[in-house]
Each structure stands twice: as structure tokens, then as C-alpha cells.
């Protein structure tokens, strides 16, 4: 028995009451009040008995003091820190939680809508920002790819073309002929009545420069590849059904019904052709 109760010791913790801060000859609920520094505290003498009457003839008449009891362990006492500065975050706080008394449930509609707005937002931005990428991957895969882009202009040196031949490039997937003419050439096709073509149109309306003619090689009546410097007006002539064309790309004979069509071009240097 005696063995239990020398060993009780170690379980006094589970007998401490609850530690209390009060303050010294004041009412408990009475704000704290904050020692000057360099003030005396009177202690009790050492040996002295520590009761409660001398805890409180002791104590300081402002500040905290804490007073612990238990079963099992004498009364102490300790001060609490009163004195210690705590930083103020009231800048950083909403003005609706800046009382301490306010109750947070009154202020909960505004930090509500303050949460929502910003939910929102985000919400809305991201939304655009994905159908903006759909969009866009969308009208990407319908553009053409980059072999037909590559193709989209072509450039053509003059320097090598004779004068009174004509060469046949790959645009675009198509014949393109370009003809250097000679001044005969151009001399013949100004003299041509327009009034008398199937598709009327003068000479002058389908070159920028006299000397050089540039049309696709395209038949207009079924799409077939006409031969330059062939027919019966010595510009291009269509086999497969007999359309024959002269030196401007103007249909004189056969059933196509119009001109060899003129792409977009310009001369950005002297001897320099860019197509497209």
C-alpha cells in the first residue's frame, strides 16, 4: 500500500486544476493592465508559508499574476506577460472583422460576395482562355499546311528566259507559263480586232509589262495542259480538243469558252517576277 502511495507522485498531473489568469485586487473581468517597467514586486521570504492570504499581500497591485493549484503540489504563482508588445494586423484585416465584439455571421454576406466575385472571375478568364485555344487549334487545322503555303509564291528569275521562248513552272499545284515575247509578238497582238474574240479583251489588260505574258496553263474548257508556241496563232494550243490560243492567252479557235486566266504578280526588281 505504502508503494502506491510513494509512486502517486508521478500522477499529480492528472490532479492540477486549471490555470487561471486573474488580476491583482481587481475584478477578474477588469482589462489588464501593463506594468511600468523597473516596478518592485514584493515575494514572499523564503520558509515562508505561501497561502492565499500571502499571495494576494504579495501580488502586484497591477498587471496579471497566474495562480496554479493542485492536489498534489503547493500553490505558485507566476506573471503573466502583460507587458509584451503583439503586432497589429488591422491594416491587413477587412473593416468588417476589425471589431472584436462583432459577430462574424453579420459580416458573412460581404466576404461572401468578395469570395465569390474572385471565384468568378477566375472562372470566367479561364473559360475564355480554353475556348480560345479551341478556337484556335480549330481554324488552324483548316489552314493550309506548310507545303502549300511554301507554294503560295514563287519567284521567277528573267534574267533566264530568252527572249521569244517561254518556261513552264509548278505554282500552286499548276501549270504556270511565262512568256518572254518578242516586239513582233506584241506588235501582232495590239493589232488583233477585240470585237471579233470570243472572251474581248485587249492585250494591254493582261500584261504589266509588254514583253512578258504570265497565265496558267490551264485550258479553260476541261482543265488540260495547252503546248506553248503551237496552234494557228502562235501562242498555245490545247490537243485534247482542239482550243487554240495566241500570244496573249486569248482562246481564237476551239470550243473553250475563255481566256487563260492571269494570276496576281508584280516585277519587285528589274529582272525579278513574284507570283502570288
Known amino acids: 500500500m505504502l508503494s502506491y502511495v510513494a509512486k502517486s507522485g508521478g500522477m499529480s498531473q492528472y490532479f492540477k486544476a486549471t490555470a487561471t489568469a486573474v488580476s491583482a485586487a481587481k475584478p477578474t473581468l477588469n482589462p489588464p493592465a501593463v506594468m511600468a517597467a523597473g516596478m518592485a514586486v514584493g515575494h514572499p521570504a523564503v520558509g515562508a508559508r505561501i497561502d492565499g492570504d500571502t499571495l494576494r499581500r504579495n501580488a502586484p497591485k497591477s498587471g496579471n499574476v497566474l495562480t496554479t493549484s493542485g492536489v498534489m503540489n503547493t500553490v505558485s504563482v507566476r506573471y503573466a506577460h502583460t507587458d509584451i508588445r503583439v503586432p497589429d494586423f488591422s491594416d491587413y484585416r477587412r473593416d468588417a472583422v476589425k471589431e472584436p465584439t462583432a459577430r462574424s455571421r453579420d459580416s458573412a454576406p460581404a466576404r461572401q460576395s468578395f469570395t465569390y466575385l474572385i471565384t468568378g472571375a477566375a472562372t470566367g478568364i479561364t473559360g475564355m482562355y480554353c475556348a480560345k485555344t479551341m478556337v484556335t487549334d480549330l481554324v488552324m487545322s483548316m489552314g493550309a499546311s506548310a507545303d502549300v503555303l511554301a507554294l503560295a509564291k514563287i519567284e ?88 487554240h490560243y495566241d500570244a496573249s492567252g486569248r482562246i481564237r479557235k476551239g470550243p473553250a469558252p475563255l481566256n487563260l486566266e492571269v494570276p496576281q504578280y508584280e516585277f519587285p526588281e528589274e529582272d525579278l517576277l513574284l507570283v502570288g
Open 156 to 243: 521567277i528569275k528573267l534574267g533566264d528566259i530568252p527572249e521569244g521562248k517561254n518556261v513552264t513552272l509548278k505554282w500552286r499545284g499548276k501549270p504556270l507559263f511565262v512568256r518572254h515575247r518578242t516586239a513582233e509578238e506584241i506588235d501582232q497582238e495590239n493589232k488583233v480586232d477585240v470585237s471579233t474574240l470570243r472572251d474581248p479583251q485587249p492585250d494591254s489588260d493582261r500584261v504589266q509589262k509588254p514583253e512578258w505574258l504570265v497565265v496558267l496553263g490551264v485550258c479553260t474548257h476541261l482543265g488540260c495542259v495547252p503546248i506553248a508556241n503551237a496552234g494557228d496563232f502562235g501562242g498555245y494550243y490545247c490537243p485534247c480538243h482542239g482550243s
